[in-house]
């Protein structure tokens, strides 16, 4: 799977805390937030689930809106409205973890 740059139609954006609803659900790929506790934010990634910080997220995306992130980048377009977020890219590390699929496919591939 290829996160650095994809649309995803399965994301949701919302205020978040420290309930891992979107773990484990499979029509939940992604999930931008204006913040996430630091700990749901670390297992989110080792599972795989790519989440995005955006403060005023919630004030800019809508229900059916079509949005593409670049985690690479740090870039979230929403194709409905035209309009770019900035947001912090992820380092190289979580980016592997990402792309491997979670944490425990990323040290399989490591260890062969």
């Given at each position: ?44 990634v080792n599972v795989g689930l790519v989440i995005v910080e955006i403060p005023g997220i919630t004030d800019r995306v809508s229900d059916g809106d079509e949005v593409a992130v670049d985690v690479a980048a740090g ?38």
């Open positions: 799977m290829h996160t650095r740059r994809r649309r995803w139609q399965s994301v949701r954006a919302h205020s978040f805390g420290d309930s891992p609803d979107g773990l484990g659900r499979p029509h939940i790929d992604r999930d931008l937030a204006e913040s996430f506790a630091r700990i749901f934010y670390r297992n989110a870039t979230v377009t929403n194709h409905t409205t035209g309009e770019t977020f900035e947001t912090s890219p992820l380092p190289e590390d979580l980016l592997e973890i990402l792309e491997a699929g979670g944490l425990v496919e990323h040290t399989k591939a490591r260890n062969g």
